[in-house]
């Protein structure tokens, strides 16, 4: 672990970075930003990247790469675009997309938030090959977002991690279901800190959780409002493999934030923003892929072992 300003150096920048902006589009695309990613059976990296056109609304379309780092084949069109004719929670477009391969289904499970006027709400898609779609429609009403599913049941029911906006603020959900569309059980996961913390404002998953030995692991963004405008940071935490509700280490300090000038600079200045990972060949080396500034694409990567260590030593229950 490399050090920063005296504090260990989790996460490391990509030296490509932004990997994929909207002059890699081979159609009109205002911006490129918050990617869901997952690997292939074949190996390769797919990244279901959030495009936002000059109207403002944003649609999925997918980019292929043999090594996750360059050589992206990006469809030549849009893979998945809001259909607000056969579901009106997508009038404003589908955003922020990620991604679970559900061993039981044989099928990617997307979960992605649609945009209308009720508000940002959770929709469900299923894909085997990124080529055809299955939706479940909307799964969890405005306001919430930030969602992802557990790539297995836990005690007999799909899980859901999901972050509503409730009268005491923006924390994170978990919900159960049996068969993707009828959901409950729902209880009370992770909360913003309020007070001076970095995660005061608001918290919302980040990339679908990772499954370890020790634990799930989660990466969530904490949000900061200040007098500039919001800061979007990277948290990490660590809950039980057979009662995900239940924390086992939060960490104190954020582990990621926006640095470079890309993150800094774009559509939505200091915003650092993950929605997917892909794990090396080891079993310990993450890939985080995540939007920078509302604006581009970009990669870091970091060891969950190291993961794991720090929030022994930075965490507690
Ligand atoms: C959040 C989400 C993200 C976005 C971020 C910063 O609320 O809407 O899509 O990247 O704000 O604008």
Not at 10 to 30: C, E, I, V
Not at 170 to 197: C, E, M, T, V, Y
Not at 210 to 234: D, I, K, P
């Amino acid at each position: 672990m490399t050090a920063e300003r005296g504090y260990g150096q989790l996460f490391h920048r990509h030296g490509n970075n932004p990997l994929l902006t909207a002059a890699d589009w081979p159609y009109p695309a205002h911006t490129v930003f918050n990617a869901g990613a997952t690997r292939l059976h074949d190996g390769t990296t797919l990244l279901l990247c959030r495009v936002e056109d000059r109207r403002g609304h944003s649609h999925l379309c997918a980019a292929r790469s043999a090594n996750g780092v360059d050589g992206w084949v990006i469809d030549r069109e849009p893979t998945l675009r809001a259909d607000p004719e056969h579901y009106p929670e997508e009038l404003w477009g589908i955003e922020d997309p990620r991604i679970t391969f559900v061993e039981e289904l044989g099928k990617y499970v997307i979960a992605y938030t649609a945009f209308s006027r009720g508000g940002p709400g959770v929709a469900l898609a299923l894909t085997e090959d990124f080529r055809r779609f299955e939706r479940c429609g909307l799964i969890m009403q405005p306001d919430d977002k930030d969602a992802a599913l557990l790539p297995r049941r836990i005690d007999g029911s799909f899980a859901l991690l999901h972050r509503p906006m409730t009268d005491s603020g923006a924390h994170i959900w978990i919900s159960f279901s049996p068969d993707l569309r009828n959901w409950g059980g729902h209880k009370l996961l992770l909360q913003a800190r309020k007070g001076g913390w970095w995660d005061a404002n608001k918290v919302g998953l980040s990339p679908p959780l990772v499954e370890t030995s020790r634990g799930w692991l989660m990466l969530y963004h904490g949000v900061r409002q200040t007098a500039a405008g919001c800061l979007y940071r990277l948290g990490v935490a660590l809950f039980a493999l057979d009662r995900p509700e239940r924390c086992l280490l939060r960490g104190d300090s954020w582990i990621f934030g926006p640095e470079a000038p890309y993150e800094r600079e774009g559509d939505v200045g200091n915003v650092t923003f993950p929605c997917g990972y892909t794990l090396g060949a080891d079993g310990d080396t993450i890939n985080l892929y995540y939007g920078a500034a509302d604006t581009s694409i970009a990669l870091a990567t970091g060891s969950i072992r190291e993961l794991l260590h720090w929030l022994d030593e930075h965490g507690e229950a």
